[in-house]
Structures are given as C-alpha cells and as structure tokens.
C-alpha cells in the first residue's frame, strides 16, 4: 500500500486526520508508540526521549555526543517503522527522512493561528475539565510552533513550513476533518502510490544506513566522531574526516551489511593570514 508522514500544526487537526486515515485503511498509526519503542529497544531515559522527540535541543545539547545519540535513535525507530509499510508516521521529521520515496505521501495540516488557539482551549477543557485563558493558550501554541520550526532547521536546515517538503497542505480552517481524511484515503488509493520493489529498496537502505548510525553512536570509539553513513543494496559507504577503521568494524556488525567502504574527506588547510 503505502506510507503517509503527517507533519503539524498544534491545533490544526493533524493527529484527527492521521488517526482518521489509518482507522479508514487498516494502517499502523505511529505516534507516541514511536517513542515507546526506542526507550524499550535501546534503554533510553523516557523523559529525555520525550523531551528530545519534537523539540529543539538547548546551545549545550547541541554539543552533547548523547544528545546525538537519542536523536539518532528516534530517526532509526521510525525508518523502522516506515520498513513495515502501510503507516501513519506522526512528525518527527518523517517529512524530510522519506522525502524522494514514491509511496509516501507527505501531508502538512495547518490552520489560522486564533482557530488553532481555540481548538486547543476546547481540547484542554475536553480532557481535564479546566479552561486554560486565551493568554496561556496562545503563549503555548506558539511556543510549540517555534519548537517544532527550530528542531527541522537544527536537524535538516530546512524550513518545516516549505510546501516543497511536503505532497498535499491541508487547511483546516473550512475544511471538516472527516473531510480532509476522505481526500488522502482517495489519494492513497490511487495506483501510483501502490508501494514497488525499486520503491521499497530505498526504505530499506535508509532504514539500514540508520541503524548503521546507531551501532556508531553506540560505540565508544566512533561516537565522537560525525561520520555520514549511506546504503545501497547493503554496501554501506562511510564518509568522514577522521580514521574510520573502527567505523568500518562497527558496521560490519549491523545485520543487514554486505560491505562496507570508505570514503576520506581532507580538510582544507587555514589560509595563511594576510594583513
């Protein structure tokens, strides 16, 4: 069948329509299961996970080799899930690690910032039975647009709101939700987002040069380093400044490895001063 990457904003129905499709044609919803199964597979701290999932990491995380490395995981874990097929992948950059696959389909979900306020006071009130004010409310919205903008530009240097990353832009503001979740059920059920062999040979190798990554952040002899990791048919390409000997050890372990390779690149020499 195919993959669908919902990317969001808080209030605008994203999670509404995700669950909509997915209930409509028997896929996997992946949200905060997502989450769920990294901390269980790799023994992360949840509350950092957590924390890590859609926000921006602080100036000190920025320069914190575990902070890498519980990114890394979260990437990994949802190439994972992507390898399965016939998924909902909720945020988390999906956007931007499926992009160029045939069977995706990426979807943005946005709305005018006061209706997206209102729906969040309704939502809150609905679940906890208290009203936040209309200040609290946008103060949050918005702190959370900022937070998702700031991760994708931390992570990928691009702009979460370019329509270019992204396959249908949905606004919600007329829209019902139910009729939103019609349009992409047609979408996806046209024959050219059926999933082929050539298309699910790149989900693959992106899963695999993720898990490659992982086994890198890993080990403590190659997680100081930044090594770039791609795949293709199982020959894993490594590209770095420094020694990658133990690189090429690490990733011959990972299952899925056929080969491995190397690529070093020279740092160019600091120009001399010139007064």
């Known amino acids: 069948m195919a993959i669908v990457t919902v990317s969001y904003q808080m209030g605008a129905g994203g999670s509404e329509i995700g669950m909509g499709v997915a209930q409509r044609l028997g896929y996997r919803y992946v949200d905060q299961e997502l989450i769920q199964d990294a901390v269980q597979r790799y023994g992360l701290a949840e509350d950092k996970a957590s924390h890590l999932d859609e926000s921006k990491p602080s100036l000190f995380e920025r320069f914190d080799a575990e902070t890498r490395y519980y990114i890394t995981i979260l990437q990994s874990t949802l190439l994972d899930f992507a390898e399965t097929d016939n998924a909902v992948l909720m945020g988390r950059g999906g956007q931007w690690l ?29 679940v906890t039975g208290e009203t936040p004010s209309q200040r609290a409310a946008a103060d949050f919205v918005r702190r959370d647009d900022t937070e998702k903008s700031g991760r994708m530009r931390y992570l990928y240097e691009v702009d979460v709101d370019d329509p270019m990353l992204y396959d249908v832009i949905l606004n919600t503001e007329k829209v019902r939700f139910d ?39 890993t080990n403590p002899e190659t997680r100081r380093y930044r090594i770039s990791v791609d795949a293709e048919d199982g020959v894993i390409t490594l590209e770095g400044t420094s020694e990658l000997e133990q690189a090429v050890e690490v990733a011959r372990m990972v299952p899925g490895v056929r080969d491995v390779r190397t690529r070093q690149v020279e740092i160019p020499p600091i120009p001399p001063f010139v007064a």
Do not use: N, Y
Not at 105 to 121: D, H, T, Y
């Open 98 to 126: 499926l992009r160029g696959i045939p069977h995706v389909l990426r979807m943005r979900v946005l709305a005018p910032f006061e209706q997206r306020v209102r729906r969040w006071i309704k939502r809150t009130a609905d």
């Open 179 to 217: 009729a939103a979740v019609d349009a992409i059920v047609s979408a996806l059920r046209r024959p050219e987002m059926t999933t082929t062999e050539a298309g699910l040979k790149l989900v693959v190798a992106r899963a695999l040069a993720s898990r490659v990554q992982v086994a890198l952040a």
